[in-house]
């Protein structure tokens, strides 16, 4: 059932005030470590999925809001410390607006992005739900030309699946099918290891990270938001959703950590 404008709108202040409360806890909370000299930096990693034409100039000022608080780091996780925070972008679902106008904006300014593909749908109109309010993705995913055409310096693959299912939904064998052949069919197309997956709805359970890192994979990246250590040792990534429809205020507090409690 869809939520009216007025109720969404409020729904969202309550949240800012919640993650305001939720960081003056935290910059407590680091007023102690800076006192007893334990280490206050932070990374964060944002996921989008698509930014239609008419979101782009907002993401684009989005991401220079951003560059005035925070480094920009690949999925290596080399922390750089000239910031306090750094962010990780990341894209779900390899949609073509990622070619069309995003890779020229974030190359350009030489900003690394981590995009995940759905290997089964090179080339097509997603047929997936991508939120609460059963809205349908509305452009293709990139062909297998145009995710070789990306540029490699900036640009890291990782896997999506094949057919972007619930994973809990499926028999061990159907999952294993999902992570494996994704897997190989990126590595096949790039010719280097793909190290990265994303789960699709950010559907997991341990069983599933297990199967992960016995085919292959290094990290998995979930949709639940949370801290990310600073050495990048942790193989279960939490990231938090970000949109160019983000207030600035919401985007500070996300990169703050503001929206951890949720």
Known sequence: MKLSMKKRFIIRLLKIFISIFFVLIQLLINSLRNILKLNTYRIVILYYHGISEKDFLDFQKQIIFIQNFANFIGPEGQFNYSKSINVLLTFDDGLKSIKTHIEPFLTNL???????????????????????????????VMTKEEVLSLNKKFCFIG??????????????????????????????????????????????????????????????FTIEPGNIPVNWNSVILNRISASPKDWKIETLLKLLGGYNWQ
């Open 110 to 140: 030489e900003i690394p992005f981590l995009i995940f593909i759905p290997t089964g749908y090179f080339g097509k109109t997603p047929d997936w739900e991508i939120d609460s309010e059963f809205k349908r993705v509305l452009e293709r």
């Open 159 to 220: 896997s999506h699946t094949i057919n972007h299912p619930h994973l809990t939904n499926l028999k061990e064998d159907q999952i294993f099918t999902e992570l494996v052949e994704s897997k190989n069919v990126l590595e096949e197309l790039l010719n280097s290891k793909i190290r990265y997956l994303s789960f699709p709805y950010g559907n997991y359970n341990q069983n599933i990270v297990r199967l992960s890192l016995e085919v292959g994979y290094e990290k998995v």
